[in-house]
């Protein structure tokens, strides 16, 4: 069987944090962090090898159960990040990635939606590769807001529901116009997508590892590339 070439799109699921911090007896959040440094080292590698889209779930719609502690330390890293992305705006330039943040707007912290809305501007011309940070992001409340969008179309008489296809719901989607994820990529020893791109993931290969997200490398990244480029993908067809 002939390899897959490079995935185009991969998506990780940043898991693995909390545990990570408490088998050093360390609270949650210093898990957060050092997860987050991970995210920058992934970044500059997957650009590096040539990945054109990247996207990593760092904040579900589900996660705002957690305790108010918890959230508003992740916030706050979430804050911290933002501003300093000004700050790395040379590095940024460097790396020339294109930011998109991918959930709802509202429901965060004001301040944090307008520096989200300020990073994406400010990286919108950049072509190096797309970073997708999915923050109070859910697959499903994706797939309830496009609903609506369809139905206010035809609602104003713009749309025929006989119309609507699999291309118009994608079009609403967060991800519109980019590459479905060719590898789903979940640490942690984990076995589910808790909620992350169910639509754009139908026909993604799933790749798990039981690294906690604080210890992964590139080199358990190019394991993951590796382990994608020997599946046999056949979207439906037959051998
Ligand atoms: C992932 O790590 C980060 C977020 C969900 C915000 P977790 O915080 O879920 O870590 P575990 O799964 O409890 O170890
Ligand atoms: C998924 O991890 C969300 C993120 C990594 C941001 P969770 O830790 O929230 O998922 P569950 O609760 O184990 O399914
Ligand atoms: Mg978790």
Not at 56 to 62: G, P, R
Not at 71 to 84: C, K, P, Q, T
Request: proline share 4%; with cysteine.
């Amino acid at each position: 069987m002939q390899q897959q070439a490079l995935p185009r799109h991969i998506a990780v699921i940043m898991d693995g944090n909390g545990r990570w911090a408490k088998m050093r007896g360390l609270p949650r959040t210093d898990g957060h962090k050092q997860g987050a440094e991970v995210f920058r080292k992934i970044c500059r590698y997957a650009a590096d090898i040539g990945v054109e889209y990247l996207s990593f779930y760092a904040f579900s719609t589900e996660n705002w159960k957690r305790s108010a502690q918890e959230v508003d330390a992740i916030m706050d890293l979430l804050r911290h990040y933002l501003n300093e992305m000004e700050e790395r705006e040379q590095e940024n330039e460097e790396g020339g990635y294109r930011i998109r943040f991918l959930g709802a707007r509202e429901g965060m912290p004001p301040d944090i939606a307008h520096l989200m809305d300020e990073v994406e501007e400010r990286s919108k011309d950049k072509t190096r590769m797309f970073v997708n940070l999915c923050v109070n992001y859910g697959g499903r409340a994706e797939i309830v807001h496009a609903a609506r969008a369809l139905a206010e179309q035809v609602q104003r008489g713009e749309l025929s529901p006989a119309d609507i296809t699999e291309q118009s719901v994608s079009d609403l989607l967060y991800t519109a116009g980019q590459p479905d994820p060719d590898l789903v990529i979940r640490p942690s020893g984990e076995y589910r997508l808790s909620n992350f791109l169910i639509w754009q993931s139908a026909y993604a290969e799933f790749y798990y590892d039981n690294v906690l997200w604080p210890d992964f490398t590139p080199a358990d990244f190019d394991r993951a590339i590796e382990a994608y480029r020997n599946r046999d993908r056949r979207f439906g067809n037959a051998k």
